[in-house]
């Protein structure tokens, strides 16, 4: 059984960066389909496997190259 506010590959994820960052949604597919300009992210980029198995309302710290980003799922949709 699927769960529809869990993110997974082939799921839209609208998150911001906390505390008051503008939402961003990227759309997590396969490293083949990976296009970050056009709001699709690789399931193996750090931001796709820090959200991966979260879900809406969840604060995720993300580790990135100058340390770490808090940010917090607010939507989770098919793509």
Known sequence: QIDATEVSVGKIVTFKELPDEEPESYTIVGAAEADPMGGKISNDSPIA?????????DEVSIAIPVGTMQVKILKVENA
């Open 49 to 57: 496997k820090s959200l991966i198995g979260h879900h809406v309302n």
